[in-house]
């Protein structure tokens, strides 16, 4: 065979090798990755109604290095250990603080960035001081602490009500993640309660945060931390956190 004549075969080879590898990629099943679409800024809609934010961004960006496809299904905090441990979802692409609890029940991917927790209330007001009704998310690292700590709580939903029961006058302090109190700032009627943030520095709600992983699946973990490692290192990670946040966190 002439060396033109090999040198054709030789790519025609490798485009049928590539048509292969990608007719098995199509026919894999889609990964499911539960996401919160109230959480701003780590994911939310935007104007258009397409789901976005840093934790959404990395999530695509990790797939797309995996080169997976990847549906996102819209749940609650409350209920994504759950849907993990159930075998529901694949990937939960929401910042879970890594505590025995969980990982009891569900595998943690690497971190994807360092989680404080604020504690908001009016300025001399201390946590655990009686009569206080303290505002938590369902489901959240935070809720577990208030709650061992006898705490009487009022639960919402999601991140983005956290100032909603404080503004109501029903509570009288937050436990609110550091990237959820960025998009509180920006809230004219919560500056308007004149409350002051002080970091609590616990063990349980200072520490890495991380997607959660179906149990069942130790072969998707190894690929999301290769991924994670993979974005940090080409720049899309860095691309991520400062078009969604003012601060590097991690």
Known sequence: MSPRLRIIAASLLAALTLVTGI???????????AVLENSPPMSYRDADGR?????????????????????????QLDRVVDLLAGGEIDIAAVSLLDTPER??????AQPYFRSITLWYAKPGVEPGQRGLRVAIVKGSA?????RKQGWDTVAV???GELGLPLIAGVAQ?????????????????????????TVMKVPELV?????GVNPRRPDLKESIDAALASIKRNGSYERINTEFLPLRVY
């Open 23 to 33: 007719a098995a990629h199509s026919a894999e099943p889609p990964l499911k990755v």
């Open 142 to 146: 935070q809720e577990a602490y208030a």
């Open 51 to 75: 789901l976005t934010g840093f934790s959404i961004e990395i999530a695509r960006a990790v797939c797309g290095e995996m080169r997976v496809q990847c549906t996102f299904q819209v749940t």
């Open 173 to 197: 302090a937050a436990i609110i993640p550091m990237n959820t109190s960025l998009h509180l700032q920006k809230d004219k009627e919560f500056l308007a309660l004149g409350l002051a943030s």
């Open 157 to 159: 939903p999601t991140n």
């Open 207 to 211: 520490g890495n945060a991380s997607f």
């Open 103 to 108: 990982r009891r029940r569900i595998l943690f």
